[in-house]
Every structure is written in structure tokens, then in C-alpha cells.
């Protein structure tokens, strides 16, 4: 589906600390210490890799739209601050429904490139806004929460197993 050269050089290297999958639509996320990504789907057992998440029957925004969400523990932290000065109550990252988090990585300027997790390879295709129905969920305001610091979608380039604590690293694409 992607051609990916292994022999690029890795730049930034950050860490996975979190997998979250929910089996069907509106099912409390899981805590997961590993998950088995699957090129075209995503993580075996997720939503949206049966494609009964919330969102699954909408338009795909591309290719693999639905496969990930990833989110970067420094925005999880940013959220939670923002919530505290609204006067709210702060949220877990798996409260976000992301499938990964993310540590030490600035997800966002990876925009088009590819990350690499353990022998996993993911395609960051675009940013994840928050949506009303997240903050339905929760009962506070996400949208405002998590502005900007949303998360972003990937595709799966090439699967394989992911667990908590792997390196992080993102390749040169250029």
C-alpha cells in the first residue's frame, strides 16, 4: 500500500505510553500494554478497525482516515490545564479516545511523514479535532480543551505488534 525505505534515518525519537481501543461505538476505551496494528484497519479489536465506531460511516477524508488517532502526551497535559483554569474537572488520556499517546513527539509537525513504532510504520495524514461528541461524552468543553492540540489520524503503512514503552521515531521523508 505505501512504500516505505527502511533505510532512511530516524529524527526525533519519543515513546508510546498509551494504547487505548474500544470494541464497538460509545464503548469505554481499554487500557491496552499491547495491540496488533493491521494495515487498512488500524488495531485488531478497535471500533473503527470493525468499523463500528461513531464516525465510521462518514466520508473517509482519505485513504485509512479512521485506522489511528494518535495524541501526544504533552497535549493531554496542556488539555487537563486548560480544563483546571475553566474550573473543570480534569480528563485521562484515554477520556480522549485516541488509540495512542504519544511522549516526547510533536506529533503535528509530522504532518505527511512517517513515524515508526517498534517494526510498526504509521502515516500521519492529518490533524483530529475535537468534536462535540467528546464533550458530550465528558461533560465539558472540549472543543475549547483541546484546540489546536487535538491529535492527529494515521494510516497504518506496515503493521505488526505495538506495546507500551516502544521507541517513537520519525523518519526523514524528504
Do not use: W
Not at 494495515?39 to 482519505?62: E, I, K, N, P, Q
Not at 488509540?99 to 504532518?111: E, K, M, P, S, T
Request: charged share 25%; glycine share 14%; proline share 3%.
Amino acid at each position: 500500500m505505501h512504500d516505505i525505505d527502511t533505510d532512511r534515518e530516524p529524527k526525533d525519537v519519543g515513546r508510546l505510553v498509551g494504547i487505548f481501543i474500544a470494541p464497538q461505538r460509545g464503548a469505554p476505551v481499554v487500557a491496552r500494554n499491547a495491540a496488533t496494528a493491521v494495515v487498512g484497519r488500524g488495531l485488531a479489536g478497535d471500533r473503527y478497525y470493525h468499523g463500528t465506531g461513531t464516525f465510521s460511516a462518514r466520508a473517509g477524508l482519505f485513504a485509512g482516515a479512521r485506522e489511528l488517532s494518535l495524541i501526544d502526551a504533552a497535549a493531554v497535559e496542556r488539555c487537563n490545564a486548560r480544563l483546571r483554569a475553566a474550573g473543570e474537572r480534569e480528563v485521562s488520556a484515554g477520556d480522549l479516545r485516541r488509540n495512542l499517546v504519544i511522549a516526547g513527539l510533536d506529533l503535528r509537525a509530522h504532518r505527511g511523514r512517517t513515524l515508526v513504532i517498534g517494526a510498526v510504520h504509521v502515516v500521519v495524514r492529518s490533524t483530529c479535532p475535537p468534536c462535540g461528541y467528546l464533550g458530550r461524552r465528558l461533560g465539558v468543553d472540549m472543543r475549547s480543551a483541546l484546540r489546536g492540540i487535538g491529535g492527529v489520524r494515521a494510516a497504518v503503512a506496515r503493521g505488526g505488534r505495538l506495546a507500551v514503552g516502544m521507541p517513537v521515531s520519525g523518519l526523514d521523508d524528504g
